[in-house]
C-alpha cells in the first residue's frame, strides 16, 4: 500500500497533465471494462489526468429525493470518468490513432495544429 501523504503536501498545487485531447473529441476506449467503445470527450480535467466520455464508463447513482431542490430520488446512471492513457482519440474513417503536432507557418505567425500519425495518413483532426 502507498504511503499517506504528509499534510505539509496535501494543499500544494498539482501540475497540470499536458494532453492532446480536448473536449468534442471523439475517442476510442483501447482498455477496460469498456474497451471498444467510442464516444465524445464531455469534460478534461487536467490536473487528475482523466476524462467523462459520452456513454462510457456508466455507474449508477442512488439520489434521495429533494423537494426543495427540485430533486426525483432513485437510481440514475451516469459517466464516470476515464483515465487519460485508456482513450485514443479516433480519425474520420472511425479508427484510432495516436495524435501529432505540425507546425503551420514560420515565425510568430505560426500555427500548432494536431494530425493523426503518419500511419493513419496524417490527416488533421482539428475541426478549423
Known amino acids: 500500500m502507498a504511503k ?8 500544494a498545487p498539482r501540475a497540470l497533465i499536458r494532453t492532446r485531447i480536448k473536449k468534442d473529441d471523439t475517442v476510442m476506449v483501447i482498455t477496460g471494462r469498456d474497451k471498444g467503445k467510442t464516444g465524445r470527450v464531455l469534460e478534461v480535467d487536467r490536473e487528475k489526468g482523466r476524462l467523462l466520455v459520452e456513454g462510457v464508463m456508466m455507474v449508477k447513482r442512488h439520489t434521495r ?3 426543495q431542490r427540485q430533486i426525483k430520488g432513485g437510481i440514475a446512471e451516469r459517466e464516470s470518468s476515464i483515465h487519460i492513457s485508456n482513450v485514443m482519440i479516433v480519425t474520420s474513417e472511425g479508427k484510432p490513432t495516436r495524435v501529432a503536432m505540425k507546425v503551420e507557418g514560420a515565425g510568430p505567425g505560426a500555427r500548432k495544429t494536431r494530425v493523426a500519425s503518419a500511419r493513419r495518413g496524417g ?4 475541426k478549423k
Open 4 to 11: 499517506p501523504m504528509p499534510r505539509r503536501h496535501q494543499n
Open 65 to 67: 429525493p429533494n423537494p
Open 123 to 126: 490527416e488533421t483532426l482539428d
